[in-house]
């Protein structure tokens, strides 16, 4: 069945995840969407220092939103922002120095946070793909620690203050490749059978397109949303995939292609149209699994997995 998967999604990744797929999509887009002024919304993006999140954080601001960028290495932040900056002419974008993988920190950052600033739109967009079994200085699985549970503390942690707010909304940047996977709840840290970081990684992105529709139908009063990239030319996939980035080089598409859904969702009014919950592609919501691919999870897997993930939170919880 693997194998089956793996072929039907590379195959679909050629026609619709590349450069050529963004361009024919791009043909049906509505201009007017990004034609938005964005003084006075507040968003936070994590991972904003490079790749997507950094493409994302630029067309935010150049459109007037205030920025707060969550990412791990100072010096990489601080460069990025002066960039955006640049370009954007905004000096409203903020630092904010958090390891994602580390349950604690992503805590309290988001406690210190909420408690002396506004939030709108929180976009998850950090990511890891690490290809050997590690562990964090918490003891967990360094993918899952930021994939999912980062994503899934800082997101649980701000809802309070979304809620205060008008238009709040959630972005997760998810990844085409949790088409290949189906939620495994028994091994959240992969500790059986043997270690492959692209698995893990799509296991990890299956798990946030789970999580963004138990968080809709918990919480209506937010817009939250996940999205495929495709497959971008971004500095995560050269050191992560480097065999796939040498053959796919010319087909991968740009970092603000990679990111053209996310800032529509956050920012368009039509994204907001759509149904909170759902998983898009260009701009469209997609569907979540291949046809054949015995990839459904049961209700209460997918309520198991909402449990272990308080479970996590809590233990960290300062």
């Not at 899952?144 to 972005?171: Q, S």
């Not at 946030?208 to 497959?231: N, Y």
């Not at 992560?240 to 990111?259: D, I, V, W, Y």
């Amino acid at each position: 069945m693997s194998f089956y998967r793996n072929a039907v999604w590379f195959v679909k990744g050629l026609q619709e995840y590349t450069k050529s797929g963004y361009e024919a999509a791009a043909k049906h887009f509505v201009a007017a969407d990004l034609d938005v002024n964005l003084s006075g919304r507040s968003f936070m993006i994590t991972g904003a220092n490079s790749g997507i999140g950094k493409a994302t954080a630029q067309e935010i601001a150049s459109r007037g939103g205030t920025i707060h960028m969550v990412c791990r290495n100072e010096g990489r932040a601080e460069a990025a922002k002066e960039e955006i900056v640049e370009r954007s002419k905004n000096q409203n974008v903020h630092v904010h120095i958090v390891d994602m993988s580390s349950a604690r920190e992503v805590w309290e950052f988001a406690q210190n946070f909420s408690q002396s600033n506004t939030v709108h739109v929180l976009i998850n967009n950090a990511g890891c793909m690490v290809n050997q079994r590690e562990l964090t200085e918490e003891g967990l699985e360094k993918n899952f620690a930021t994939n999912t549970l980062g994503t899934y503390i800082l997101t649980t942690a701000l809802i309070p203050a979304l809620k205060k707010v008008e238009d709040p909304r959630v972005v997760t940047v998810s990844s085409g490749g949790m088409l290949t996977q189906k939620l495994n709840v028994d091994d959240l840290q992969f500790e059986k059978g043997t270690f492959d970081g692209t698995m893990v990684y799509a296991q990890n992105k299956r798990q946030q397109v789970i999580l963004t529709d138990r968080w809709a139908s918990q919480h209506k009063e937010i817009h939250f949303s996940c999205m495929h990239p495709g497959w971008a030319d971004t500095p995560a996939v050269q050191t992560s995939m480097p065999s796939f980035h040498a053959k796919m080089q010319n087909k991968l598409r740009t970092e603000a292609m990679g990111g053209d859904t996310a800032v529509w969702l956050s920012v368009s009014a039509a994204a907001i149209k759509q149904p909170s919950g759902l998983f898009f592609q260009d701009r469209k919501a997609v569907a979540t699994h291949l046809p054949l691919a015995s990839t459904r999870s049961s209700p209460q897997d997918e309520e198991k997995l909402q449990a272990a993930l308080d479970e996590f939170a809590l233990k960290f919880k300062p």
